[in-house]
């Protein structure tokens, strides 16, 4: 299962993906966390990253495109993974394919974490204050959301015309519910492997 999941900054991708790759079994692969990694171990591609992202810019194609063929070609992620942050740009998207298309793979469902404005800036702003993000202040947030709906939504439209499953989800309200939101949606379109949950006849509420 090949699942990315999209969203607005601050909108729970990274807490969400956390979860639902535990009851997947499969790998949570977040670009953001590869790519601050290597800013902290101050390696060739950290310090060249590092500057794009206190600035909340993104980070050039290709340079992510390796990191995430590299992370997927691990062992680990031969059952899948759950892809939290990218593809983040239509080309990137479009690499990706081709990449997993190569292994007879691709993408199986996206899930889009719907978010209003106001909450997203409440919590990046409270994470602000508890996690010390370089990109988590006013200039680097208002970068961060018109990327967002400037160059990440399109690829929301290129796998709806792709015809992979996109499957929105409310993602306001506590983890659990959203965590329980996505389950439920996941489920319905009968994207859920088997826990035993299931099995037992129940849906995954
Ligand atoms: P995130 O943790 O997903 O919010 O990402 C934090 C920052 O990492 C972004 O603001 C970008 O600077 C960079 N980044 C993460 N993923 C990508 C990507 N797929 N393409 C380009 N830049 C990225």
């Not at 206190?54 to 691990?74: F, I, K, M, S, T």
């Not at 959301?145 to 792709?162: K, N």
């Amino acid at each position: 299962m090949i699942c990315v999941i999209v969203g607005p900054p601050g909108g729970g991708k990274g807490t969400q993906a956390e979860r639902i790759a535990a009851d997947l079994r499969v790998p949570h692969v977040s670009t953001g966390e590869l790519l601050r990694a290597e800013a902290a171990a101050g390696t060739p591609l950290g310090r060249e990253v590092g500057p794009l992202l206190a600035a909340g810019e993104l980070v050039p194609d290709e340079l992510v495109e390796r990191l995430v063929e590299q992370r997927l070609a691990a062992p680990d992620a031969a059952p899948g993974a759950i892809l939290d942050g990218y593809p983040r740009t239509t080309p990137q998207a479009r690499a990706l394919d081709r990449r997993l298309a190569a292994t007879g793979r691709r993408v199986n469902v996206v899930l889009l974490l719907e978010v209003d404005e106001g909450t997203l800036l409440r919590r990046l702003l409270d994470r602000a204050a508890t996690e010390h993000r370089a990109d988590d202040n006013p200039a680097s947030i208002a970068e961060r959301l018109a990327e967002y709906r400037q160059v990440t939504e399109p690829v929301i439209d290129h796998y709806r015309a792709e015809r992979v499953p996109v499957l929105a989800v409310d993602g306001k309200g506590p983890v659990d519910t959203v965590h329980a939101r996505i389950l439920r949606a996941l489920t319905g379109a009968g994207l859920l492997p088997l826990t035993g949950r299931e099995s037992k006849g129940g849906s995954a509420r």
